[in-house]
């Protein structure tokens, strides 16, 4: 991090206080009252998804990941403008997602969790004892690990190993929100669109990317 500049290196502690605040936002909306009956946007093929507690390992893991380890890796192995693309997709990806809990704010109805493991115990305490059953569409979840998925996949040369792992791992999370019985499919659809729109949004303005048109 030597070769930054000033001005770099004082914007990526804000950067990082911007995912912080991101955070803080979707955690606003899901502790919230709405004067409204939030909707259901339960379709015929969740009804036939069980839950699979073993997915909160990967579920549970997600934050760390996407706000800590792959703006990092980011701004390690790639460059200052790949970090910040990274980090303000990720504000940028949370702002769209507050706006949808704003104005269009659904739930998913807890399931009964059948069995008695670790997982199952992790499941019912951890994840549904301080995640209220709000914020569906589009999923947060889905939405940064999206965005990590694609910043690691524009590193992959460079590290790819690290890459491949890491963006496995974040596929992971994408079922995990319905095995966990915390989204339904839809709000996977919703996720991965913002998740794109913010990304290469936040690419074309900072990178500004030449486009060649072949004759």
């Known amino acids: 991090m030597s070769h930054l500049t000033r001005r770099q290196k004082t914007a990526i502690p804000l950067v ?15 502790k919230a009252s709405y004067s409204y009956e939030p909707l259901i946007m339960k379709g015929w093929l969740d009804e036939k998804i069980p839950v699979v507690s073993i997915f909160v390992v990967p ?3 997600f934050h760390v ?12 192995i790639g460059s200052f403008k790949a970090f910040l693309v990274n980090g303000l997709a990720i504000i940028a990806g949370q702002i769209c997602l507050d ?17 008695n ?3 199952d115990w992790i499941l019912v305490n951890v994840v549904y004892g301080n995640d209220q059953p709000l914020n569906g569409f589009p999923s947060n979840h889905v939405t940064w690990s999206v965005i990590s998925i694609i ?15 890491l ?6 999370i994408l079922p995990a929100t319905v095995f966990l019985h915390q989204h339904y499919i839809i709000d996977i659809y919703g996720g991965i669109f913002v998740a794109f ?7 074309f303005l900072i990178e500004k990317p030449r486009l060649e048109i072949s004759r």
């Open 151 to 165: 910043a690691l996949w524009r590193l992959r040369d460079k590290a790819p190993k690290t890459c491949w792992i």
């Open 197 to 203: 729109a913010v990304y290469w949004s936040c690419m």
């Open 16 to 30: 990082f206080l911007g995912i912080i605040v991101a955070f803080i936002s979707y955690e606003v909306f899901n």
């Open 117 to 119: 493991s670790v997982f």
């Open 65 to 76: 990941l996407a706000a800590l380890v792959v703006p990092l890796l980011s701004l390690r």
């Open 99 to 115: 706006v949808a809990y704003a104005f269009f704010q659904t739930q998913v109805p807890r399931t009964p969790v059948p069995g």
């Open 59 to 61: 579920y549970l893991s």
């Open 167 to 172: 963006m496995g791992w974040f596929v992971l």
